[in-house]
């Protein structure tokens, strides 16, 4: 330990009494700006605001390992090390910060900021992270330069965020998603410049706040394409078997810019009709977009301009009676699906999840969401393939989501024929305070009170304790018994072969606004 210790300090006195050209200012203003993380926060502030999806999951991971590192340096490992500041006498003067830091050297709290940030950005894109860690790695340095840490008070702090961030990879994993290999190809119409193809643009979707009309935006895409805009106060199905004739006769493909809502319904009249599907995310969180492969706009414009698509499946929950007289005709219709099902206490799980995933994301939304509605909810009674079973929840996913546990986030492909089936036992004692804790401890894979397993279908009958069920976010009347099966591959879905650059993306979408506001302004 005193070989490293002399190591230590001999190299902050290199570092410590080097002259780099033009350095002295600019580190001295760089490590100012990273106190209290605020460097950092500004960064997730600006990717959340100008990117794309993509962005926004960086930059919330970024501030989420952030968060970790600096409570775990603060709050324990500075009050155990103890180990006091470097001596100020080889930092030149101007180096000096006004207001030296009061507590202890070991480790850097800024380099485990630092690092935490540019790590959790990379685990969502190596892009973005291309783009931070370098600023990441100046700030490093510059508490070396201007003589607050050692270099191995560098070192530790650095680890630390390191691990922070890859730690938060436990109860959110990223987004990792290989089309190429996972996903193969589907045949699909060509359509140049959109010529063939019919977009149904539910204006009344996605944030209020646009940069641009969808109709803009598309028109600017793809010229050629016809596009059948549906207003809040417009007939919903009229205008959607007006688009669906309409591409018909075109003899092209079916577009839909619109939330997962509105993809839903546009879907199953695709599927319906045999037209392949344009799906332009318009939406506030557009799940069945992401997970499909088209984060944005222009990556649907490309998919459909090159013909490239694949084919996904499409979950049925079917009832399995003959409706009486006086039933209730949406509890007696096959309701097909592209994201989940639910019956028991998803339904009111959905409703609260979405209204808090924007602010907080999938996982902390659902936790959230999950505490909220257990408090209150009791557990329904039904028999699933011929067993008594007492559930506080039953989730179908049209596909195997990730992560395997608590909070299911994403599918890297849609076309492998099977549900995934989540169940939270209600025969178990303190069940609902049981999932709780196995949830925020990332250990609800091995909880007695959690079920998970992939099925090609599901049989579920004498449902009792509930009288609705949710699907793609929309809530229903539940039927008494209902079978949960598959269309597989039955909807062919545009999705271009190799994913679009969203740095780029966003900086072609900032100049068409730029544009489309000058000529607001001229006209």
């Not at 994201?339 to 936790?367: D, H, M, S």
Request: hydrophobic letters at 45%; glycine letters at 10%.
């Amino acid at each position: 330990m005193r070989f490293l210790g002399e190591l230590d300090q001999r190299l902050f006195t290199r570092v410590a009494t080097a002259r780099l050209p033009g350095a002295d200012p600019a580190l001295t203003r760089l490590s100012r700006s990273a106190d209290h993380g605020r460097l950092w926060l500004g960064a997730a502030a600006g990717l959340a605001a100008l990117g794309g999806p993509t962005a926004r999951r960086a930059a919330l991971r970024g501030a989420g390992s952030l968060a970790l590192a600096s409570l775990t340096v603060n709050t324990v490992v500075k009050w155990t090390a103890r180990r006091p500041r470097p001596l100020l006498d080889p930092v030149p003067a101007v180096r000096h910060l006004l207001r030296q830091p009061r507590t202890t050297s070991f480790p850097s709290g800024h380099s485990a900021s630092a690092a935490a940030f540019a790590t959790g950005v990379a685990l969502e894109s190596t892009r973005y992270g291309t783009l931070i860690a370098p600023v990441a790695a100046a700030v490093a340095f510059s508490r070396v330069y201007v003589g607050v840490h050692y270099p191995g008070d560098v070192l530790a702090g650095t680890m630390i965020g390191i691990g922070a961030a890859v730690l938060t990879c436990r109860w959110w994993p990223p987004r990792q998603v290989n089309p190429q290999r996972e996903r193969p190809p589907a045949a699909a119409p060509a359509l140049p410049g959109g010529d063939g193809l019919v977009v149904f643009v539910n204006t009344g979707s996605g944030p209020p706040a646009a940069p641009l009309p969808a109709s803009t935006l598309l028109t600017e895409l793809l010229p050629r394409a016809e596009l059948v805009e549906c207003a809040p106060d417009d007939d919903f199905g009229v205008l959607l078997d007006r688009a669906v004739r309409r591409a018909l006769a075109r003899g092209g493909a079916l577009g839909v810019h619109g939330g997962d809502g509105t993809v839903n319904a546009v879907a199953r009249a695709a599927a319906r009709h045999g037209l392949a599907l344009a799906v332009f995310p318009g939406g506030t969180l557009n799940h069945f977009a992401l997970d499909v492969g088209v984060p944005h706009v222009e990556d649907t414009a490309a998919a459909v301009v090159r013909g490239e698509a694949v084919a996904v499946d499409v979950g049925v929950a079917a009832p399995l009676v003959a409706p009486a007289a006086d039933a209730d005709t949406a509890a007696t219709v096959p309701v097909e699906f592209l994201n989940t099902f639910g019956i028991g206490l998803y339904p009111e799980l959905v409703r609260q999840r979405e209204r808090l995933e924007p602010r907080l994301g999938k996982w902390p939304a659902t936790t959230v969401a999950l505490i909220r509605v257990l408090r209150t909810a009791k557990p329904a009674e039904l028999r699933l393939d011929g067993r008594p079973r007492r559930l506080w929840l039953l989730f179908a996913g049209n596909g195997r989501y990730l992560p395997d546990g608590f909070a299911p986030a994403y599918r890297p492909r849609l076309d492998d024929g099977l549900l995934d089936l989540r169940l939270i036992d209600g025969s178990h004692r303190l069940a609902r305070t049981r999932v709780v804790l196995s949830a925020l401890a990332g250990t609800l894979g091995r909880s007695r009170v959690y079920v998970a397993e992939r099925v090609p279908e599901v049989r579920i009958e004498n449902l009792r304790g509930t009288d609705t069920c949710a699907y793609d976010g929309e809530v229903l009347p539940a039927p008494g018994a209902l079978r949960l099966a598959k269309r597989n591959r039955a909807l062919v879905v545009y999705r271009p072969a190799v994913p679009g650059n969203e740095i780029a993306q966003q900086a072609r979408l900032a100049a068409l606004v730029a544009r489309y506001r000058g000529r607001q302004r001229g006209g």
